[in-house]
RNA sequence: UGGCCCGUGGUCUAACGGCAGGACACCGGUCUUUGGAACCGGGGGUGGUGGUUCGACUCCACCCGGGCCAACCA
């Protein structure tokens, strides 16, 4: 289960919201959908499906009259539904709550917490600061109240020109995160909005309006990528500030969908379309949902190709053979079998006498032997066509298709030689001569009679012409440069040819997929293909590991090159290593009076690591002072104890606090631990219940019940146990796997509801498990 | 002399502080009327250094590497 899963999960558990699930998936629509958002559709809509009652809001991210077209509202609708949801009556679009949040935006200007700013955009820029600079307040930021409102109000009507005024919150202008300097709320825009009209002047900035939209619609979990991480805190000041109801929608970021030789960002794709490097939108070589789906690809592909990916929070550039190993996984299953000659090589059979008709049939799905296996009729005449690659008069090693004077069989008839050669005056190959071997009828090898490959073929006089347009990547490099992308297309990522299909293949309807053997998946393009005059994209091709041998050994750079190709980055990581070790932790300290505390710490016995993160932290620096002053013999633990698990504490649950830990509290339970009254373990349980709710480590022990099963007895027959019902993990073990050790200390501690010491556990499973090794040898 | 986030085999992704696993790719084999599919097997990984702990991918510190943020876009 992915993390954002398991947060959902959980939240679930504490009824954070009552049991409701409600996502929402946002796109703004000024494009088309792609690949990328593939991702966050099925993430969106998939977790809605998981849970009873979940749903998911498609709501139309529409602040922004000037990119806004209802053409794309159409196309993003059709796409998803193409891929499979249904957001059924909840359709939204954010402008239908431009009323709604005026209001709010009129709330936080009464509250003192938005103000019109009449600057113009360049001092709002310049007195923004920088990412290393604080900004600087605009003169405009302490306007009272009731001007504010009265500007807002006049904003509102329209009686301003674009650019004269915006509503900014006011937060803090030197905020180290950038965007909580004063943001932007509504800009003045005399625009038609597709859907509003004129009916607004002014318009809220994605910041100001998304939060506000989730809230509206009540949304629980507010999903997006990685790249509005810093937003977040807008997100929930503003949530806070208007006093939206509660349980609050909460942002998670995920990492987006990045796939090799693919560019995902609208710009840039609508750049390739209006370049012409593409013919448009659903260009077969698009990343666009309606490219893929013109290509061929099948949303069960993209699904699946979706959750092999994951969701994460790590920046990630997925393998583009990903893709391609879900779509063959797809159309393996769906596909029929059919043949195609993409560059026709003729072969007269010089035995078959004149008009002779061979009828045969071959499977449509082979290797389906369910017993309702379909078949397809085949015409075999003294005229065929072969695949020109399928022949080679100077073939390499290991070559086992047709050469002069070898054999090769014609799939599902039967087996032909290759007598002669043809060429035309120019040298080349127009024509080859075979024989073929009556004995192979129907394809079926005699016993014994090996033949070394097997090929497609198509009668020349049955074939049916059919344009074909090969597909390759639109990019030749994994990473195109976003501000050069001309410059990376790849020239041959598309190629097109008139290929000869069997008959039965003629007539298909736009819109159908086939294997043809040996070469790939192909689809009747839903838009050029007719019955009469057939169109076929190429999906994909089939795995062929032979040509990727051909491509390995002709450039000269075997399996070897792999390793080598990957050895920049290695080197990089190892050269750091002498680097990495050379400053000490206290180099980091920046200030002489934290050398001089730290120098203080080290003096009274403190560990150096220990020293350096004490050093930073004044309520945990005073704690320390205070506990050790008594004890200055525990003085290196007090320390460690405060450092390490004080602080993880406090930092995973917000309900823990540093203040409510006494420092006679500290110093008792950590010579407790000393002297070997409790174990450590035990020792941070009770270290938890002094942060959660304070007051005296005996007490607060007592009140806990941590009676300790120290006893070997005990543990020797829960261990023996444990290793009897493992003997495999028992066995491992004592062929050398050590690491097993934790799995039995862990199920042993588990057994004991964690009252067990550990230390004692771990000797006595080392022991038992070493007793048996001697028992049983 | 900014803040936040992220580093697990080639790639993507799992693992309440307790067995480092899966998928793609790769290699080998079986089978095969697709150099396909299927099936079987194999190699290879926690960025580094310290610390805490019986035990660290997981917690702490520092370092290294990467990403995001200074539109009146979203």
């Avoid at 103000?115 to 900004?135: C, F, H, L, N, Q």
């Avoid at 002014?202 to 949304?219: G, K, N, T």
């Avoid at 001309?486 to 997929?513: F, I, K, M, Q, Y």
Wanted: a negative charge; one cysteine or more.
């Amino acid at each position: 289960m992915d993390f954002v899963r398991s947060m959902i999960a959980r939240d679930q558990e504490t009824g954070k919201y009552g049991g409701s699930v409600v996502t929402r998936f946002p796109p703004e629509p000024n494009g088309y959908l792609h690949i990328g958002h593939a991702k966050a559709i099925h993430l969106n809509f998939g977790i809605a499906s998981e849970h009873p009652g979940g749903r998911c809001h498609l709501r139309l991210d529409d602040t922004n009259p000037e990119t806004e077209r209802s053409e794309y509202v159409e196309a993003m609708k059709r796409d998803i539904r193409w891929l499979g949801h249904d957001w059924g009556e909840h359709l939204y679009h954010a402008s239908d709550y431009f009323g709604k949040l005026y209001e709010y935006a009129v709330l936080l200007v009464r509250r003192g917490l938005a103000y019109v700013d009449s600057s113009t955009e360049e001092e709002i820029r310049a007195r923004r600061g920088s990412v290393t600079k604080a900004g600087v307040e605009s003169p405009w930021r302490d306007r009272p109240v009731a001007e504010n409102l009265d500007l807002l109000e006049r904003m509102r009507a329209g009686e301003f020109p674009d650019g004269s005024h915006v509503l900014r919150a006011r937060i803090d202008m030197a905020h180290p995160n950038m965007v909580m300097r004063d943001p932007l709320l509504y800009r003045i825009r005399h625009s038609t909005h597709y859907r509003q009209g004129d009916g607004w002047p002014i318009y809220p900035m994605y910041d100001f309006a998304h939060c506000l939209s989730d809230s509206i619609e009540r949304v629980t979990h507010s999903l997006c990528t990685l790249e509005f991480e810093n937003n977040r805190e807008i997100y929930d000041w503003l949530l806070a500030k208007v006093d939206a109801p509660l349980p609050r929608p909460e942002q998670t970021e995920f990492a987006p969908l990045v796939v090799e030789h693919v560019v995902t960002s609208k710009r840039q794709l609508k750049e390739l379309v209006g370049a012409g490097a593409v013919r448009g939108w659903d260009d077969p070589r698009m990343p666009t949902i309606a490219g893929l789906r013109r290509r061929g690809v099948t949303p069960a592909a993209i699904r699946r190709f979706c959750e092999m990916v994951g969701v994460s929070r790590a920046h990630s550039r997925v393998d583009h053979g990903k893709l391609e190993f879900a779509i063959r996984d797809d159309l393996n299953r769906r596909a029929p079998r059919a043949f195609c000659i993409l560059d026709p090589l003729k072969v007269v059979l010089t035995d078959f006498d004149a008009g002779r008709l061979v009828s045969l049939t071959a499977p449509t799905m082979p290797g389906s032997d369910d017993g309702t296996q379909e078949e397809r009729d085949l015409s075999l005449r003294g005229e065929i066509y072969i695949e020109r690659g399928d022949f080679a008069e100077n073939p390499p090693p290991g070559f086992h298709r047709l050469r002069p004077g070898g054999e090769v069989r014609l799939k599902y008839a039967l087996t032909i030689r290759c007598d002669e050669v043809v060429r035309d005056g120019g040298g080349r190959i127009i024509e080859l001569r075979c024989s073929h071997d009556p004995g192979t009828l129907g394809g079926v090898a005699p016993k014994g009679r090996r033949v070394p490959g097997t090929i497609h073929w198509l009668s020349a006089a049955d074939a049916v012409p059919a344009e074909v347009r090969l597909y390759d990547r639109l990019f030749a490099v994994p990473d195109p440069p976003l501000d050069d992308l001309p410059s990376a297309l790849n020239p041959d990522s598309e190629r097109t040819v008139t290929g000869l299909v069997e008959p039965g293949v003629a007539g298909a309807a736009p819109g159908t997929h086939y294997q043809f053997e040996r070469l790939g998946y192909f689809f009747t393009d839903p838009a050029d293909s007719r019955p009469d005059r057939l169109v076929f994209n190429r999906v994909v091709t089939l795995r062929d590991s032979w040509a990727e041998r051909l491509r390995r050994e002709g450039s000269g750079t075997g399996r070897a090159s792999a390793p080598a190709a990957a050895d920049p980055e290695r080197g990089a990581r190892t050269r750091n290593v002498d680097a990495n070790a050379a400053r000490s932790p206290e180099a980091s300290l920046s200030s002489g009076l934290e050398r001089d505390r730290f120098r203080e710490l080290r003096s009274l016995g403190v560990g150096e690591a220990t020293a350096v993160s004490l050093v930073r932290s004044q309520p945990a620096l005073d704690l320390f002072h205070q506990a050790s002053a008594s004890h200055p013999a525990s003085a290196g633990a007090i320390a460690s104890w405060l450092v390490n698990d004080v602080a993880r504490l406090v930092r995973r649950s917000a309900t823990l606090a540093i203040r409510r830990l006494a420092p006679e509290a500290l110093a008792d339970l950590v010579r407790a631990v000393e002297a070997d009254d409790l174990s450590h373990r035990q020792g941070r349980r009770v270290l938890e219940a002094l942060l959660e709710g304070g007051g005296d480590f005996e007490e607060v022990r007592l009140s806990l019940d941590l009676a300790e099963v120290d006893d070997e007895e005990t543990l020797r027959r829960v261990v023996e146990g444990i290793v009897a019902a493992n003997p495999e993990k028992a066995a491992d073990y004592r062929a050398g796997r050590s690491g097993l050790l934790g799995f039995f200390v862990g199920e042993a501690m588990r057994a004991t509801g964690g009252r067990a010491d550990p230390q004692a556990v771990s000797r006595v499973a080392t022991e038992t498990l070493s007793a048996a090794t001697r028992a049983s040898s």
